[in-house]
């Protein structure tokens, strides 16, 4: 039986290890006038990896649940996802096109962003803010060894959550913590050109891997 319009369903909390992109962990920004501000984390998935596929699989499963438990249908968009992952098998029968978004997984072959090209995307946000691990599952803060930046592989954990109010329907999803995993190539911020930025000086300068790692299960 579909819930009432005002009631939000939650789905379980799920993980899901990726490249970490566009990461706002330190301090939430709000990126529109009105907008309150929030934490950011994106997870760039592999989904050619066998573990990264059945996390994909979850995502896809528990969005499809708490969509058929709130509105009682699977809406077209997260049908259209599981199809183009070729996952359509991991949802509840029931797909009906009602105008529902669900935008946040989408194909990084849609983007022309370094490190997006045959991943697939999920954009988190939350105005609380995140817990941040190191690998051990201790906490860390910004300036500490292992505290993950844009370009690192992290574990990523969050939950999807239904709207539908007078912002409209969709499936959101909200980023709970960033666990460091390994180091990679750092992203450039706004790729912005060097050359360009800066005057060259004449002075010298002053002499002065993918694992798994628990977060735990709370």
């Known amino acids: 039986m579909a ?3 005002s009631e939000v369903i939650t789905s379980e909390k799920l993980y899901v290890v990726g490249r970490s992109s566009f990461l706002r962990l330190d301090k ?6 009105g907008q309150e501000p929030r934490y950011e984390g994106t997870a760039l998935v592999d989904p050619s990896d066998p573990k990264r596929k059945d996390e994909l699989k979850k995502m896809i499963s528990e969005a499809g649940r708490i969509a058929k438990a709130k ?5 077209k ?7 183009d992952l070729g ?5 509840p029968a029931g797909i009906k096109e009602d105008g529902v978004k669900f935008d946040c997984l989408y194909d990084g072959n849609k983007k022309d962003y370094e490190g997006y090209a045959d991943r697939w995307v999920l954009a988190m946000h939350n105005k609380n803010k ?3 691990a190191n690998r051990a599952g201790e906490s860390v803060l910004p300036g500490e060894d292992q505290f993950p930046y844009s370009g690192c592989h992290s574990r990523f954990s969050f939950t999807f959550w239904t709207q539908d109010n007078k912002f409209g329907k969709r499936i959101g999803v909200n980023l709970r913590g960033v666990q460091f995993l390994r180091d990679d190539k750092a ?3 706004g790729n912005i050109d060097a050359a360009s930025e800066f005057d060259a000086l004449d002075e010298p300068a002053d002499a002065t891997g993918d694992e798994d790692s ?3 299960d709370d």
């Open 3 to 5: 819930k009432g319009k």
């Open 130 to 132: 995140p817990a941040v």
């Open 71 to 75: 509105w009682g249908f699977v809406p």
């Open 87 to 91: 996952l359509a098998k991991a949802l």
């Open 77 to 83: 968009a997260v049908h259209q996802v599981a199809v």
């Open 214 to 216: 628990p977060f735990g």
């Open 187 to 189: 992203f450039a911020a």
């Open 28 to 33: 939430p920004k709000a990126f529109e006038e």
